[in-house]
T-cell receptor
Framework: AQSVTQPDIHITVSEGASLELRCNYS??????LFWYVQSPGQGLQLLLK??????LVQGIKGFEAEFKRSQSSFNLRKPSVHWSDAAEYFC???????????FGQGTRLTINP | SQTIHQWPATLVQPVGSPLSLECTVE??????LYWYRQAAGRGLQLLFY??????ISSEVPQNLSASRPQDRQFILSSKKLLLSDSGFYLC????????FGSGTRLTVV
């Protein structure tokens, strides 16, 4: 079945450590790819998106993501996390030919001081 | 600049009461509009989307409905709320990318 999978429900890292959040998709054609962040009780903020071209995408707040076609993945990374990065992170896709955003289940990030 | 407004931010309603949530966008014309719901501890589920005035597509069967009376207005409604309708409702618009409103937290009691 076509889907977006975020394998990690909850991740805890120490402040200053590096971060990688995983996202895999299963669609026949490469969809458009997005990462969003949601702080508690807030709406969603777009971190970055990939439509085509360079497979390493730079986003806001020091985040980047790399599209790997061979692995059907679009993992989000940050070299050094800050306490303010604690939030829920959602990977999302727009399948080719569709007009709707499909979300993964989200990964909750906790930062240890 | 393009902005999206959602209200109210918080709502507590009794079971069986009606619902109307409103979403409006500014600074654009003919956007695609979406209603998503996020249940507690879960991901986001697409409820409805609209590609134009009066055009509504429903993604999941439920006791909610949506309407688009104007180009930049999208309304989510229910005639009788259920406990299971509780959640965080997000409106989004898309023309060159997806932008979300700040959400409405609905608690049905």
């Amino acid at each position: 079945a076509q889907s977006v999978t975020q394998p990690d429900i909850h991740i805890t890292v120490s402040e200053g450590a590096s971060l990688e959040l995983r996202c895999n998709y299963s669609y026949g054609a490469t969809p458009y790819l997005f990462w969003y962040v949601q702080s508690p009780g807030q709406g969603l903020q777009l971190l970055l998106k990939y439509f085509s071209g360079d497979t390493l995408v730079q986003g806001i707040k020091g985040f980047e993501a790399e599209f790997k076609r061979s692995q059907s993945s679009f993992n989000l990374r940050k070299p050094s996390v800050h306490w303010s990065d604690a939030a829920e992170y959602f990977c999302a896709v727009v399948p080719q030919g569709a007009q709707k955003l499909v979300f993964g289940q989200g990964t909750r990030l906790t930062i240890n001081p | 600049s393009q902005t999206i407004h959602q209200w109210p931010a918080t709502l507590v309603q009794p079971v069986g009461s009606p619902l109307s949530l409103e979403c409006t966008v500014e600074g654009t014309s003919n956007p695609n509009l979406y209603w998503y719901r996020q249940a507690a501890g879960r991901g986001l589920q697409l409820l409805f989307y609209s590609v134009g005035i009066g055009q509504i597509s429903s993604e999941v069967p439920q006791n909610l409905s949506a309407s688009r009376p104007q180009d930049r207005q999208f309304i989510l409604s229910s005639k009788k709320l259920l406990l299971s309708d509780s959640g965080f409702y997000l409106c989004a618009w898309d023309k060159y990318g997806y932008t979300f409103g700040s959400g409405t937290r609905l608690t049905v009691v």
